[in-house]
């Protein structure tokens, strides 16, 4: 593999910690590092040793969402290759959520775009005082499409309504409300606190645990293959919008786009 992007590592009490390395791009979304997020966390739910994962990141930024190159070369791609390339995030969420092991998700700065939907699909998402984070696409003529089947998941309904569309930026404790992130704290408490949300579960059966994750899955009603193939499906089609073109142009061009108010 190239550059590390995403870094894993297990103690020995079976604990994950699962890393987005690439601080100093504010761990944005690059084809690469979703590739390699993707295969991490398959390798953590096909490892029986590991017992729980945590979800960290690098730097100041836990996500900033899709890498911009990343994003301006789905530009020139045809529609078929840009439906695949775009599709990369909802399959790296669908294996984060896939996972067996309870996911904790540790989250020391922004979180924007997939770094929201990164937050959503943990079991548990602690966070410092003073995030801020939110659903931005539509600013670009785009819609959160790959993200919103598990984002709708966390939210239900109703909450996700006051945040999906209109790409407003929302802090820490909006939220806590929203169920975006469970608890809040201070920076200097964040470590502790994501301790004693994995020391019960070395206290459990891990056969258990996976069963109890696994039936509340059940229960609850998972993301279904189908709903993910549909927000793909509706994203690919946004792309080819004059919005789409326009958003994405103003944003590179450094310009507010035509209907900005």
Same mark, same amino acid.
């Given at each position: 593999?190239?550059?590390?992007?995403?870094?894993?590592?297990?103690?020995?009490?079976?604990?994950?910690?699962?890393?987005?390395?690439?601080?100093?791009?504010?761990?944005?979304?690059?084809?690469?590092?979703?590739?390699?997020?993707?295969?991490?966390?398959?390798?953590?739910?096909?490892?029986?040793?590991?017992?729980?994962?945590?979800?960290?990141?690098?730097?100041?930024?836990?996500?900033?969402?899709?890498?911009?190159?990343?994003?301006?070369?789905?530009?020139?791609?045809?529609?078929?290759?840009?439906?695949?390339?775009?599709?990369?995030?909802?399959?790296?969420?669908?294996?984060?959520?896939?996972?067996?092991?309870?996911?904790?998700?540790?989250?020391?700065?922004?979180?924007?775009?997939?770094?929201?939907?990164?937050?959503?699909?943990?079991? =548990?998402?602690? @966070?410092? #005082?003073? %995030? !801020? +984070? *939110?659903?931005?696409?539509?600013? /670009?003529?785009?819609?959160?499409?790959?993200?919103?089947?598990?984002?709708?998941?966390?939210?239900?309904?109703?909450?996700?309504?006051?945040?999906?569309?209109?790409?407003? =930026?929302?802090? @820490?404790? #909006?939220? %806590? !409300? +929203? *169920?975006?992130?469970?608890?809040? /704290?201070?920076?200097?408490?964040?470590?502790?606190?994501?301790?004693?949300?994995?020391?019960?579960?070395?206290?459990?059966?891990?056969?258990?645990?996976?069963?109890?994750?696994?039936?509340?899955?059940?229960?609850?009603? !998972?993301?279904?293959?189908?709903?993910?193939?549909?927000?793909?499906?509706?994203?690919?089609?946004?792309?080819?919008?004059?919005?789409?073109?326009?958003?994405?142009?103003?944003?590179?061009?450094?310009?507010?786009?035509?209907?900005?108010?």
């Amino acid at each position: 593999m190239s550059d590390e992007l995403i870094r894993t590592e297990i103690d020995a009490r079976g604990v994950a910690r699962l890393t987005l390395a690439r601080g100093a791009k504010h761990n944005a979304l690059s084809a690469e590092m979703m590739s390699q997020l993707q295969a991490a966390a398959e390798g953590l739910a096909a490892d029986p040793a590991v017992r729980v994962v945590v979800l960290a990141a690098e730097g100041p930024t836990f996500c900033a969402g899709g890498d911009l190159r990343w994003m301006q070369a789905q530009r020139d791609m045809d529609a078929a290759t840009r439906r695949t390339e775009s599709a990369r995030i909802a399959h790296v969420l669908g294996a984060l959520a896939a996972l067996p092991q309870p996911l904790i998700g540790r989250v020391q700065g922004n979180a924007f775009g997939g770094g929201v939907g990164l937050a959503c699909v943990c079991d =548990v998402t602690l @966070a410092v #005082e003073g %995030v !801020r +984070l *939110g659903m931005t696409e539509t600013r /670009l003529g785009l819609i959160p499409a790959n993200i919103g089947p598990y984002v709708i998941a966390r939210m239900g309904a109703a909450r996700a309504r006051e945040v999906f569309m209109s790409g407003r =930026v929302f802090c @820490a404790d #909006e939220a %806590v !409300r +929203l *169920g975006v992130l469970t608890r809040i /704290l201070p920076v200097e408490e964040l470590d502790c606190a994501v301790e004693a949300e994995v020391a019960p579960y070395l206290s459990c059966a891990p056969g258990a645990v996976a069963d109890a994750k696994r039936l509340l899955g059940d229960l609850a009603g !998972r993301v279904r293959e189908e709903d993910v193939a549909h927000a793909i499906d509706a994203l690919a089609a946004r792309w080819e919008t004059a919005e789409a073109e326009e958003g994405l142009a103003a944003f590179f061009d450094k310009r507010a786009p035509r209907w900005a108010g």
